[in-house]
């Protein structure tokens, strides 16, 4: 483990159930992201939180509600989803601080499929 | 916003040769470049980075050279191995101290180091 872990790593969901996707870092890091992944396109970008305030927002629909409780948890709710939603969702976290931004850390991903 | 953009999308190189992939930019306020390696299966890892006050920056056969002028950056991979294998995600943000901090990624190139 590098020191972010994503549950589940694997999730099947129907269009009309409600799921969550939950990521922890360990590394002391004060800023964290929510990404997505899907074959041929690059990782795309959805929330930022830095000191546990959301901000960034990358035009990402209503269905996904990130939720960060504390500077060590990331939550990404989900409902409501479509299949073109199906893609690997990767959280990141990162240190900010007086010399900038410092490399990413990633954790496993969830591999999530919307039937 | 920021714009990357990277190529090839698919290099194969026979085993021991170099391998360059070469992203541009678009933000010229953009002063932070990762690359990271993700192997199959696997989370995305930070490699080597460079910030827009050197030139280039070397980690055994990894390097990393920065165009400012130009708004491009590459990666050199020598003596490629196997384990090389793997597809590479160059990456810019604007390093603000605090602000600014997203990473823009590119789509990505699948290499292919061949035995």
């Known amino acids: 483990e590098t020191g972010v872990t994503q549950t589940p790593r694997h999730l099947v969901m129907g269009m009309t159930n409600k799921k969550s996707l939950k990521c922890e870092q360990h590394l002391g890091h004060n800023a964290m992201y929510w990404y997505k992944q899907s074959?041929?396109?690059?990782?795309?970008?959805?929330?930022?939180?830095?000191?546990?305030?959301?901000?960034?927002?990358?035009?990402?629909?209503?269905?996904?509600?990130?939720?960060?409780?504390?500077?060590?948890?990331?939550f990404l709710h989900l409902h409501t989803l479509q299949p073109e939603d199906s893609a690997l969702?990767?959280?990141?976290?990162?240190?900010?601080?007086?010399?900038?931004?410092?490399?990413?850390?990633?954790?496993?991903?969830?591999?999530?499929?919307?039937? | 916003g920021e714009n990357v953009e990277q190529h090839p999308s698919t290099l194969s190189v026979q085993e021991g040769d170099s391998a360059v992939i070469k992203c541009t930019y678009s933000d010229s306020a953009s002063n932070y470049f990762p690359w990271y390696k993700q192997e199959l299966g696997k989370r995305p890892q930070l490699i080597i980075d460079i910030?827009?006050?050197?030139?280039?920056?070397?980690?055994?056969?990894?390097?990393?050279?920065l165009n400012k002028t130009a708004k491009h950056f590459s990666l050199h991979i020598t003596e490629t191995q196997p384990e090389d294998s793997a597809v590479y995600f160059?990456?810019?943000?604007?390093d603000s101290g605090g602000s600014n901090y997203k990473l823009t990624f590119g789509k990505g190139t699948l290499l292919t180091v061949n035995p």
């Open chain 1, 39 to 74: 074959a041929k396109k690059p990782l795309e970008l959805m929330f930022v939180y830095s000191l546990e305030e959301r901000v960034e927002n990358n035009s990402v629909p209503s269905r996904f509600s990130p939720e960060c409780p504390n500077s060590s948890h990331l």
């Open chain 2, 90 to 94: 160059c990456a810019a943000s604007k």
């Open chain 2, 51 to 65: 910030r827009s006050n050197v030139g280039e920056k070397k980690d055994q056969r990894i390097a990393v050279t």
């Open chain 1, 89 to 115: 969702y990767l959280c990141a976290s990162s240190h900010e601080g007086t010399q900038g931004v410092g490399g990413y850390t990633f954790g496993s991903g969830t591999r999530l499929t919307v039937v």
